[in-house]
């Protein structure tokens, strides 16, 4: 009968140090697969040198065409078209309210448009808000380097 048990166990123990020890990842699986007892004809005593940078892309996905980035300025004015938008169709809104209620005289004909109007433009007014703070911290970054 074999025997396994005190060479068993320093195999195992110079098994789990150099588990510890190896960085490359197919080396790795190999020291799991030795450790428990699937293959340890696959285990090799020099592990694989281990590649330094970065990991290699399979060729298959390679390096995908982006879309061109656009400037700093024509992405600080694209910001500023739907706030701009927003306000416009609030401020339509308001006056369409005003002038239906100049020829009616009735306020709860206009009441939905102009609480429409008021969304639109407080959305507008915010969204402006929000796109000058982010076009500031663009700025800020473009001019610290």
Not at 6 to 19: P, V
Not at 73 to 86: F, G, Q
């Amino acid at each position: 009968m074999y025997d396994t048990g005190t060479r068993g166990q320093m195999e195992k123990d110079k098994l789990i140090r150099k588990l510890k020890t190896v960085k490359d990842p197919k080396e790795r699986d190999r020291i799991m697969w030795a450790l428990a007892g699937r293959g340890k004809d696959t285990f090799e005593e020099e592990p694989s040198p281990v590649q330094a940078g970065k990991p290699e892309m399979p060729p298959s996905q390679g390096q995908i065409p982006g879309l061109p980035k656009l400037p700093v300025d024509a992405r600080k004015a694209v910001s500023y078209i739907a706030p701009a938008l927003l306000i416009f169709f609030g401020m339509v809104n308001l006056l369409q309210a005003v002038m239906h209620y100049i020829e009616t005289g009735r306020i709860d004909a206009v009441f939905p448009q102009l609480i429409f109007g008021v969304i639109f433009f407080l959305f507008g007014f915010f969204s402006l808000t929000k796109a000058r703070k982010t076009s500031q911290g663009v700025n800020a970054d473009k001019k610290k380097t």
